[in-house]
């Protein structure tokens, strides 16, 4: 029981794997797997894909439970588990831009991809300093927006995959709330990568 936390962190860099090879095969961009795609096929690919993200998404939550609840709280899960996170987010925001550019998700989505590698740099140079950028309880919801706000994104994308009514008044508010979500989820990313790089400055100087 004590591996099990760790398991679920591993199990997440499957499944973001799967999802971006699957979202990618959907759009056609991954060799043997995207020849004769039939548009049944490009559907179940997008709907694994999907289902791949929420199974990954709810790992995020209960293996650090887990590790709290057991008193498995590991070295090796320490470092798995943002990386991770990172990976999934990373993994499905590309796979969504390579079934086709959406100028709505686009600007908010490399903002996102930014801050997650400029993060994740300024961790690694504090690290050989000994300087420690602990997570932030608005990291914490940062990360939840942006799984709700990418799994909603995934799901329009593949709205027909899903069989959802295709109508006007139906795809025009849904689009734009969903939109909406994903702009909020960037702005909070922002915020939160310039209350690190304020931290960082304070350590180094």
């Known amino acids: ?9 591993a199990s997440r860099l499957v499944l973001a794997l799967f999802m971006f090879v699957a979202l990618a095969a959907a759009a056609g961009a991954v060799p043997l797997l995207s020849e004769n795609l039939t548009v049944a096929d490009q559907y179940r690919l997008e709907r694994w894909a999907f289902w791949a993200f929420v199974v990954a998404a709810v790992t995020d939550f209960f293996d650090g439970w887990l590790a709290r609840r057991l008193d498995a709280v590991t070295v090796w899960g320490a470092i798995l588990d943002p990386i991770g996170d990172k990976i999934l987010v990373c993994g499905a925001l590309l796979g969504l831009m390579a079934l086709g550019p959406n100028p709505m998700v686009v600007l908010p989505a490399g903002l996102i991809l930014f801050r997650e590698f400029a993060v994740s740099a300024l961790r690694e140079v504090g690290a050989g300093k000994g300087i420690k950028l602990p997570v932030t309880l608005l990291a914490k919801w940062k990360t939840t927006l942006q799984l709700v706000a990418i799994g909603a994104e995934m799901v329009l994308a593949s709205w027909a995959a899903f069989g959802l009514p295709d109508t006007p008044d139906v795809v ?3 689009s734009l709330a969903i939109h909406g979500l994903l702009w909020l989820a960037a702005v909070i990313t922002l915020i ?7 931290a960082a400055r304070k350590a180094l100087t």
């Open 192 to 198: 939160t990568g310039a209350q690190y790089w304020e």
């Open 1 to 9: 029981m004590k591996n099990l936390p760790n398991i679920l962190t």
């Open 172 to 174: 025009g508010p849904a």
